[in-house]
T-cell receptor, first 111, second 112 residues
Framework: SQQGEEDPQALSIQEGENATMNCSYK?????LQWYRQNSGRGLVHLIL?????REKHSGRLRVTLDTSKKSSSLLITASRAADTASYFC???????????FGRGTSLIVHP | DTAVSQTPKYLVTQMGNDKSIKCEQN?????MYWYKQDSKKFLKIMFS???????INETVPNRFSPKSPDKAHLNLHINSLELGDSAVYFC???????????FGPGTRLTVL
């Protein structure tokens, strides 16, 4: 089984609403990253949060990390139709530095 | 200029054939990766090279052989293609292992 698991698998919202996606992992990590993948394209890096950090912001994105619960969340505020994509979290499994991705959350933002 | 490029973008071939996918990055990164993404979007790392040396080799059949002629290139050669090899293959690079990765556009491989 993979290190990171995103939840929910799919999320459908209206433009202007906030979208929250979660990522849970099993073993200790050095860092956790979030990526976006538009349909038919490669992944694009969004945010990297280190194990000693609790929260990071980038524009409309907010990432939190709770190492005691082994979980992270990605919040997209005031969503836009252009945010429609799949979102993946990536961790280094057990501190091995081997990047491990989950299956992603598919986000659809309706205009 | 494209940061990470892959060729070809689409590859359709018969079972049993041998094929190669090429990857180049112009970011000056030390580390490059190959990933396989299946039809359920599960993205799994296959290999990683750092300065032309293999540093990650996950459970991948011997039919898959990566080759890094220099720091900017990491090619993937696949022998005796099987139906289960059908997937999208992504190349990526990063300055150091498991830091921010830059992905190529992917190569969609279809084995008939």
């Amino acid at each position: 089984s993979q290190q990171g698991e995103e939840d929910p698998q799919a999320l459908s919202i209206q433009e202007g609403e906030n979208a929250t996606m979660n990522c849970s992992y099993k073993t200790s990590i050095n860092n956790l990253q979030w990526y976006r993948q538009n349909s038919g394209r490669g992944l694009v890096h969004l945010i990297l949060i280190r194990s000693n950090e609790r929260e990071k912001h980038s524009g409309r994105l907010r990432v939190t990390l709770d190492t005691s619960k082994k979980s992270s969340s990605l919040l997209i505020t005031a969503s836009r139709a252009a945010d429609t994509a799949s979102y993946f979290c990536a961790t280094d499994a057990g501190g091995s530095y081997i990047p491990t991705f989950g299956r992603g959350t598919s986000l659809i933002v309706h205009p | 200029d494209t940061a990470v490029s892959q060729t070809p973008k689409y590859l359709v071939t018969q079972m049993g054939n041998d094929k190669s996918i090429k990857c180049e990055q112009n970011l000056g990164h030390d580390t490059m990766y190959w990933y396989k993404q299946d039809s359920k979007k599960f993205l799994k790392i296959m290999f990683s090279y750092n300065n032309k040396e293999l540093i990650i080799n996950e459970t991948v059949p011997n039919r898959f052989s990566p080759k890094s002629p220099d720091k900017a290139h990491l090619n993937l050669h696949i022998n005796s293609l099987e139906l289960g090899d059908s997937a999208v293959y992504f190349c990526a690079s990063s300055q150091v292992l498991n830091n921010e990765q830059f992905f190529g556009p992917g190569t969609r491989l279809t084995v008939l």
